[in-house]
């Protein structure tokens, strides 16, 4: 992109385009995850709809790559795109509630940490994720899960409407009501079909939740999975405990004497009586005692934010993941192994449940195709220093390949690593991939929007 076209830009558009010769260029294309290091010929910090229509399209036009970016959480760097331009809508970052309703609006550059506040202070909360610095764009357009999926679905589950803007640069509203077509493909699709400027979506009564950590040594991995896999799918959907494999990491509330020890755990959330909790936990000695074992009742989005400080942005990031409908013994000594060899401090692997009121919509309702998964997993291989960029990614790599012969074949779309080639996300969306591409072709035939895991239009007939 030389001056002039960059420069024809700025008039287009209202919010400010970045270049590479202006000083905001280094932190503008900065991201969640510093294993990725790509240089946009401009990053266009749209205002509103309005700005977003007249980006697509100015670069539709010219025949420029496009990327878009919400959160910057995408860990393959899906949000930014060599010498193209990335559409940023970290200004569109608002939440608006509707409490009589029981809604929320939000814009496309909001994170989680906005959406939960906002909906806190009336006592509700939607199901996204666990970490308050992720976009709630690509979190919901990938499906979503979290600490409240077994109570209260996927986060698409609780998406009502989105407002879209299209490869042609109209905007539209999907919903089940308008374009159903399009608001099923948005459920679970990814960013294939447009870029969203506002979701709509449903709350639930949540305030004050239980929260709770349990860790064994590493070496009684057996034993917990053992245990994990029979007593979570028979829980109330009110109990949520994501299994993890980590490295203890210094400070509270973990005492001093675990600290850099390798573990294995569950971190629980209880969204009914807090006074039950224990009780409901009671279980958690049946595999032996617990290195630690840690209740308390606390706010909503401070459980959000309860991994924000460990895993800031910059660091080196490498994920994979699976979905699985068993933890079988082969899997476990996967596990054991792999567990026992967390080759950086902050490396890590989660189970998350997506069984539940999640498990109970129909298959066929949104893109999303493993409602019949009860885990969708995620190995990270994590570290700040550029050095062990590939230590981390080649465990995580090692790792979910050897625990794939293990899983039901696919990944949920956010988790898929970078060049794991189309056949992976073939198998994401199993047989919901032809009707997607079918959508695809409808709304993008010339797939314009491709920077993501991608979903090519169907031929035309």
């Given at each position: ?7 024809a830009m700025r008039?287009?558009?209202?919010g400010?385009?970045?270049?590479p ?9 900065t991201?969640?995850?510093?294993m990725?290091?790509r240089?946009?010929?401009a990053?266009?910090?749209?205002t509103?709809a309005?700005d ?5 399209d100015?670069i539709?036009d010219?025949?420029?790559e496009?990327?878009?970016?919400g959160?910057g959480?995408?860990g393959p760097g899906?949000?930014?795109v060599d ?6 809508l ?5 939440a608006?509630?509707d ?5 929320a609006?939000v ?6 940490g ?22 709630v764009?690509?979190l919901t357009l ?12 996927l ?5 009502l409407?989105a407002?879209?803007?299209l ?6 509203t999907?919903?089940?009501?308008e374009?159903p ?8 699709g990814?960013g294939?079909f ?9 709350l639930h009564p949540?305030?004050t ?7 064994w040594?590493?070496?009684?991995t057996?034993?917990?999975?053992h ?8 829980a109330?959907d009110d109990l ?5 494999l980590?490295?203890?990491?210094p ?9 850099g020890q390798?573990m294995?755990?569950?971190?629980w ?5 807090p006074?039950r909790?224990?009780?409901i936990l009671?279980?958690v000695n049946?595999p032996?005692?617990?290195a630690?074992h840690?209740?308390t009742p606390m706010?909503y ?5 309860m ?5 800031p942005t910059g660091?080196?990031?490498?994920w994979?993941g699976?979905?699985?409908d068993?933890?079988?013994?082969e ?5 054991l192994?792999?567990g ?5 401090d ?6 998350y449940?997506?069984?539940g ?6 298959r066929d ?5 493993y409602r019949?998964a009860?885990?969708s997993g995620?190995?990270a291989?994590i570290d700040?220093?550029?050095a062990?960029?590939?230590?981390v990614?080649q ?13 039901m ?5 956010n988790?898929?690593?970078?060049g794991e080639?189309q ?5 994401t ?15 993008d035939?010339d797939?314009l ?13």
């Amino acid at each position: 992109m030389d001056d002039t076209t960059l420069e024809a830009m700025r008039t287009a558009l209202r919010g400010p385009v970045i270049g590479p010769k202006d000083l905001e260029y280094p932190q503008a294309r900065t991201i969640y995850n510093a294993m990725i290091d790509r240089r946009p010929a401009a990053i266009v910090r749209c205002t509103d709809a309005a700005d977003v229509m007249a980006a697509v399209d100015f670069i539709r036009d010219r025949g420029l790559e496009l990327a878009v970016r919400g959160g910057g959480h995408s860990g393959p760097g899906l949000c930014l795109v060599d010498d193209g331009v990335t559409i940023d809508l970290s200004p569109m970052r608002w939440a608006r509630v509707d409490p009589g309703a029981e809604t929320a609006r939000v814009g496309g550059g909001t994170l989680l940490g906005d959406l939960d506040h906002a909906a806190h202070g009336f006592g509700l909360a939607t199901p996204a994720g666990i970490m308050s610095t992720t976009g709630v764009g690509g979190l919901t357009l990938g499906g979503g899960h979290g600490h409240l999926t077994r109570k209260y679905g996927l986060t698409v589950d609780n998406l009502l409407s989105a407002d879209v803007v299209l490869a042609n640069g109209s905007s539209v509203t999907a919903s089940e009501s308008e374009n159903p077509d399009l608001f099923w493909a948005l459920r679970g699709g990814g960013g294939n079909f447009g870029i969203v400027t506002s979701f709509r979506f449903r709350l639930h009564p949540v305030h004050t939740v239980g929260a709770a950590i349990t860790v064994w040594p590493v070496d009684r991995t057996p034993e917990v999975l053992h245990w994990y896999r029979e007593f979570l799918p028979q829980a109330p959907d009110d109990l949520n405990g994501f299994y993890a494999l980590l490295v203890v990491p210094p400070g509270p509330p973990f005492p001093e004497e675990i600290h850099g020890q390798k573990m294995c755990g569950v971190v629980w959330c209880w969204t009914g009586d807090p006074d039950r909790l224990e009780e409901i936990l009671t279980s958690v000695n049946e595999p032996g005692p617990p290195a630690f074992h840690f209740t308390t009742p606390m706010p909503y989005p401070a459980l959000q934010t309860m991994f924000d400080e460990l895993i800031p942005t910059g660091l080196q990031w490498y994920w994979r993941g699976g979905f699985f409908d068993r933890i079988t013994d082969e899997a476990i000594d996967v596990h054991l192994k792999y567990g026992e060899n967390i080759p950086t401090d902050l490396s890590t692997m989660h189970l998350y449940p997506v069984d539940g009121a999640a498990g109970r919509v129909g298959r066929d309702d949104t893109a999303w195709s493993y409602r019949d998964a009860v885990w969708s997993g995620v190995i990270a291989g994590i570290d700040p220093d550029p050095a062990n960029a590939e230590t981390v990614r080649q465990w995580a790599t090692d790792y979910e390949e050897a625990l794939r012969p293990y899983s039901m074949g696919g990944s949920y779309v956010n988790f898929i690593g970078a060049g794991e080639g189309q056949e992976r996300v073939r198998a994401t969306y199993r047989d919901h991939y032809d009707r997607l591409a079918g959508i695809k072709r409808t709304y993008d035939p010339d797939n314009l929007f491709r920077a993501n895991q991608n979903i090519e239009p169907a031929p035309q007939q």
